[in-house]
């Protein structure tokens, strides 16, 4: 099982720096999805692990040696592109065959049975002995994918290989790459601009944004506590609200209270006063029709239906609007007086720059 590793990565298109100078070690046998926005970098990060594009400076490391200097074959790496890349004029099996006739250490009999594994783990079977010119796309897709599998490669890239696939192949797709973390300790990077795809396949998401690696983490962290504003706008459908706000000292204490608490909530870990970027999820915030003890008035100001049986809510609080999700079937009218609550817990503090700020709420009630 290789390891691979990036280190001071560069590439610069003459003034535009499509990465900038990122290191990062790559789990073996598990799946890393490089998220990011379009134009951030994926492609190109990829591509140099690939050999498919010199670094402007930087190295490419399997298991510890550069390989900077190696050819793309060379380097022992199934890729998987965008556009499915399959051989017309040949079978589906031949497709899947094709890589495996170099590798002389394998007996014809185990070359067969790589190939209809490949054929099982993509559900291919029917369409072995088709001609790949003759499949739809998701099918010559999952063939590539196939192809690139079955030789069994240290490592497998993937640049978006199911964007333009649809659900049952997405589902596919991700069996088929859990089996081969498992069973085979393959280490897969995959590269997408699709959160949905990347939170249900990733055990570690890189996101990316303008050239740089901005966090990497567990689907559930990188959701849960972004490590930067872009984060929070970034994941999530929609994303973050953030509200400016300016930390002040109420009765001696750090105190964050209005807009999104009734009550003061002391802050620990800020230095003294300062501005911040309140971010909340709009699933963290809870409505209702009565007060309660740490609520804000909020007045319903659109509603919207969004997929996922969820609806979404503008809401005016405190002369700003808030996005809240709520699940459908609440039904509340434009114009409507309501209350908001939230746990501080569901909230991310944000300096001016919009890194995070390490800080603990407790409510005044508890400092007592
Ligand atoms: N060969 C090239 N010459 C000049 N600029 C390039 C080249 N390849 C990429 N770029 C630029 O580098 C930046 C990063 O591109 P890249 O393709 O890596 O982004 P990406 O994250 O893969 O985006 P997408 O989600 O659209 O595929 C973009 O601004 C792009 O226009
Ligand atoms: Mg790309």
Redo the contacts with the bound molecule.
């Keep these: 099982m290789a390891e691979l590793e990036v280190r001071k990565i560069r590439k610069e ?2 003034s ?1 720096v ?1 990465v900038r100078d990122a290191s990062l070690r790559f789990d073996s046998a598990r799946v890393t999805c490089l998220l ?10 990829m591509r140099m692990i690939a050999g498919l594009e010199t670094p402007t400076s930087g190295d490419v490391l399997f298991d510890g040696k550069p390989v900077t200097s190696l050819s793309p074959s060379a380097r022992d790496i199934g890729m998987v592109f965008q556009y499915p890349v399959v051989y017309q004029g040949l079978t589906a099996r031949q497709n899947i065959m094709l890589p495996l006739r170099s590798l002389r250490t394998l007996s014809a009999a185990d070359r067969s049975r790589r190939v209809d594994d490949a054929l099982a783990i993509l559900d291919l079977r029917d369409v072995a002995d088709t001609d790949v010119g003759r499949l739809t796309h998701a099918l010559k897709q999952k063939v590539a994918v196939a192809r690139a599998i079955a030789r069994q490669p240290h490592i497998i890239l993937m640049d ?1 290989p199911v964007t333009n696939i649809d659900a049952t192949t997405k589902s596919q797709l991700k069996y088929a790459l859990r089996r081969l973390t498992r069973e085979l300790h393959q280490t897969i990077v995959y ?1 997408t ?1 699709d959160q949905t795809e990347a939170m249900t396949l990733a055990d570690e998401i890189l996101l ?1 944004n303008e050239g740089e690696i901005v966090q990497r983490g567990s689907p559930r962290e990188v959701y849960n506590h972004p490590a930067h504003r872009f984060g929070g706008w970034f994941l999530g459908n929609p994303g973050m609200n953030f509200v400016s706000h300016r930390v002040e000292k109420r009765a001696g204490e750090l105190t964050l209270g209005r807009p999104l608490f009734a009550r003061d909530t002391h802050l620990h870990g800020l230095d003294g006063e300062t501005d911040v970027i309140v971010g909340v999820r709009p699933e963290s915030l809870a409505i209702a029709g009565t007060a309660s003890e740490n609520s804000v008035p909020a007045r319903i100001k659109h509603a919207a239906i969004v997929t996922g049986g969820q609806q979404l809510l503008a809401l005016e609080v405190d002369g700003r609007t808030v996005k809240a999700k709520v699940p459908a079937g609440s039904s509340y009218r434009i114009g409507e007086d309501v209350h908001v609550t939230c746990d501080p817990d569901d909230v991310t503090l944000f300096d001016t720059d919009g890194g995070k700020l390490e800080v603990i709420f407790r409510p005044k009630a508890d400092d007592a």
């Design positions: 298109f003459g535009l499509a990011g926005p379009s134009g951030c970098g994926k492609t190109t990060l978006e590269v601009h990316m």
